[in-house]
């Protein structure tokens, strides 16, 4: 398609510029080792239901630890020992070995000078920001908008539009690139952002959530939104 006039690109964090799917496994498996290495006994097959539950689970919005305690019958919530034990080493996972997308920077440079470049992420306040060091982007960002910091999330528009003013450009001339149908392409719509699709698998279908543009990497940004040379 052919996108209006635009001056603000923002990028969703977790799976559009570092891939923290990846670390899923390791994040699981670190889970349930320190729960075991701090006594809670269970039956193979009810390690195996939790496992399935967390990868069952929605990943943006409700996460995967969740589940995977609570089908073992444990109150995330509890701090009992096991549990924080579980949550230190499945956050801790997360962080050994996460990184950008290898056309994330590149992508980032060439964007740099044509559009305002901005980060609108959901999660707590000190993982999305040690997230964002371990990218190496934060040097081409003219904002960075986490949820955790402002009480809003996405799909609330609210959050969007606080994006848009932190950065003083409006939602009309702004895009919005992420994975998620619900949290980036639905929220961004509602702001009144373009929303671009950074589209999972090729075989992922939008449903309702139409987005204005699709992409499957961040490098297929360029011919979209990049001047065209005369």
Request: glycine content about 8%; charged content about 20%.
């Amino acid at each position: 398609m052919v996108l209006p006039p635009l001056r603000l690109i923002s990028f969703d964090l977790d799976d559009t510029i570092v891939d923290s799917e990846a670390r899923t496994p390791a994040r699981l498996k670190a889970l349930g080792e320190a729960l075991r290495g701090a006594g809670v006994r269970r039956e193979p097959a009810e390690w195996d239901a939790a496992l399935a539950a967390a990868l069952a689970a929605e990943p943006v919005l409700g996460g995967r630890f969740v589940p995977f305690l609570a089908t073992l019958g444990l109150d995330p919530e509890s701090g009992d020992t096991p549990v924080r034990a579980a949550r230190e080493a499945y956050d801790a996972a997360l962080y050994e070995g996460l990184g950008a997308f290898p056309d994330a920077f590149d992508v980032l440079i060439q964007l740099k000078p044509h559009y305002r470049i901005a980060v609108t992420t959901n999660g707590p306040a000190a993982m999305q920001r040690r997230k964002l060091a371990l990218s190496g982007i934060e040097g081409l960002l003219d904002a960075a908008v986490v949820s955790g910091e402002v009480g809003v999330w996405k799909p609330d528009p609210a959050i969007f539009q606080h994006m848009c003013g932190a950065v003083g450009v409006p939602a009309s001339e702004a895009a919005h690139v992420g994975d998620s149908l619900l949290s980036d392409i639905a929220g961004a719509r509602a702001a009144g952002l373009v929303a671009i699709w950074r589209r999972p698998s090729p075989d992922a279908l939008p449903g309702s959530d139409t987005p204005d543009a699709v992409i499957d990497c961040l490098s297929d940004l360029l011919p979209m939104l990049l001047p065209r040379s005369r």
